[in-house]
């Protein structure tokens, strides 16, 4: 077990950033070693500074780069470092991305002080931890697959989350019902069509309509 757990605060929104530096450092046996802001810093401190653990954002505010590329290449550079996302965040595609990239945990920005110590000194561990919104989200997709075991997955090239924003277009939802449904911002929605429309290369959002109807989503055909 470490005897002081050396930890990068990573976040492009300086008040959530100080306060998470903030409260880890009033933890004992947790010293805050730094502060970055942008995947450029991040990597750059991760490098200079080898921390035992990243708290890393999602959104860094950097269109074409994000905070899974920059736990990719911490984590190519520093193996031995952990890294714990703590994100607003919520959907299939950015947890499985973190995860794949090598992330061992992953919670939510409304997680309770307790719970962000809790992981923190689990990811230092070699521990996987995940929080309880997105466990429970984690363990609904795994059971889908498992269920699904006796069939095929419709459209199985698309994530679950996105499955379930398609289910709705093809109810004849638009994306402020679907928001409001799934509890999601506009935005999100919006990238989970921009994701379907390409990896069904559908043209058009009545397109995919139809391709989700054809395959049993919506209601059926």
């Not at 530096?21 to 750059?44: F, P, Q």
């Not at 997709?141 to 499955?163: D, I, W």
């Amino acid at each position: 077990m470490l005897s002081v757990l050396r930890v990068l605060v990573v976040d492009d929104h300086p008040v959530f950033r100080m306060g998470m530096s903030a409260l880890l450092g009033s933890l004992a046996g947790v010293e805050v070693v730094g502060e970055a802001s942008s995947v450029e810093s991040a990597v750059a401190a991760a490098v200079a500074l080898t921390p035992d653990v990243v708290v890393m954002d999602l959104h860094l505010g950097d269109a074409a780069l994000s905070g899974v590329d920059a736990t990719r290449e911490i984590l190519r550079l520093c193996p031995p470092t952990a890294v714990l996302v703590v994100t607003m965040l919520d959907d299939d595609d950015s947890v499985f991305a973190s995860m794949r990239a090598g992330a061992r945990g992953y919670l939510l920005k409304g997680a309770a002080p307790a719970e962000i110590e809790r992981a923190v000194r689990a990811v230092a561990n070699g521990e996987v931890i995940l929080g309880p919104p997105v466990a429970s989200r984690a363990m609904e997709y795994l059971l889908g697959h498992a269920a699904a075991g006796g069939g095929p997955v419709p459209l199985p090239e698309l994530t679950s989350r996105e499955r379930e924003v398609l289910d709705l277009v093809a109810r004849g939802l638009d994306n402020l019902a679907i928001s409001r449904r799934l509890t999601l911002s506009p935005k999100t929605v919006r990238n989970h069509l921009s994701n379907i429309l390409a990896k069904l290369q559908a043209a058009t959002r009545a397109e995919a309509i139809v391709r989700a109807r054809q395959s049993g989503l919506g209601g059926g055909p």
